[in-house]
């Protein structure tokens, strides 16, 4: 079993080659759609930030509301940092035990971990393989992920203010994929590095 971790800055295109990979037959953990679960009314993570940030992050029906938790903590690095320290454990030990289930149904398995704090969780630690995505220009990353995902030009700037520099994450990673040109050159890319990383596992067996 190989395990790949994915990651990049907002808007970097990251997501679109874990698209690629789950395509191609990879397992994909999504850390992000993880976080959001354990962060639901009677999971573990829901308590923990309710007690950290106050009733005031709930909505009418006891659930965390994300989008007033995001202006709460991207205005704030300190809280940031809060917010990683008390959920960032919990999606770890989640995603350790899905790629144990994995791994004993599938030997020759590749696993991706895919997740925009990949290294700022510690995440990068569990990987055989870490690919970095990397944006032709920030400023239309920027752009592309305050489209996706709702929110101001500055607010999308603050959250990727909060993130690893990105010169700092060249220096962790062992595969970069630019993400320079068409959408299509992109997904050509990420089906080369995927078929690699499958003969690589296959020659192991």
């Given at each position: 079993?190989k395990?790949v971790?994915?990651t990049?800055?907002?808007?970097s295109g990251?997501?679109e080659?874990?698209?690629?990979?789950?395509e191609g037959g990879?397992h994909?953990i999504d850390?992000d759609?993880v976080a959001k679960?354990?962060?639901?009314?009677g999971?573990?993570?829901?308590?923990?930030?309710?007690?950290?940030?106050g009733?005031g992050?709930?909505?009418?029906?006891?659930?965390?509301?994300?989008?007033?938790?995001?202006?709460i903590i991207?205005?704030?690095?300190?809280k940031?940092e809060?917010?990683?320290?008390l959920?960032h454990?919990l999606?770890?030990?989640?995603?350790?035990?899905?790629?144990?289930?994995?791994?004993?149904?599938?030997?020759k398995?590749?696993?991706?971990?895919?997740?925009?704090?990949l290294i700022?969780?510690?995440?990068?630690?569990m990987v055989d393989?870490?690919?970095?995505?990397?944006?032709?220009?920030t400023?239309?990353?920027?752009?592309?992920?305050?489209?996706?995902?709702?929110?101001t030009?500055?607010?999308?700037?603050r959250?990727?203010?909060?993130q690893m520099?990105?010169?700092?994450?060249k220096?962790?990673a062992?595969?970069?994929?630019?993400?320079?040109g068409?959408?299509?050159?992109?997904?050509?890319?990420?089906?080369?590095i995927?078929e690699s990383l499958?003969?690589?596992e296959?020659k192991?067996a």
């Amino acid at each position: 079993m190989k395990i790949v971790g994915i990651t990049g800055s907002i808007g970097s295109g990251k997501s679109e080659v874990a698209r690629v990979f789950s395509e191609g037959g990879a397992h994909v953990i999504d850390a992000d759609r993880v976080a959001k679960t354990l962060l639901r009314k009677g999971k573990a993570g829901h308590r923990a930030v309710a007690d950290a940030f106050g009733e005031g992050v709930l909505d009418d029906e006891g659930e965390i509301d994300r989008k007033k938790l995001a202006q709460i903590i991207f205005a704030d690095p300190e809280k940031v940092e809060k917010i990683n320290r008390l959920i960032h454990p919990l999606v770890h030990g989640w995603i350790k035990r899905r790629i144990a289930e994995i791994g004993k149904n599938d030997r020759k398995a590749i696993v991706v971990i895919d997740a925009p704090l990949l290294i700022e969780a510690g995440f990068d630690k569990m990987v055989d393989h870490l690919v970095l995505v990397t944006p032709g220009d920030t400023e239309t990353a920027v752009a592309r992920a305050a489209k996706r995902i709702g929110i101001t030009l500055e607010e999308a700037r603050r959250r990727l203010a909060c993130q690893m520099p990105l010169s700092e994450k060249k220096k962790r990673a062992d595969i970069l994929i630019a993400n320079d040109g068409t959408l299509e050159a992109l997904r050509r890319k990420a089906k080369v590095i995927l078929e690699s990383l499958k003969k690589e596992e296959e020659k192991k067996a």
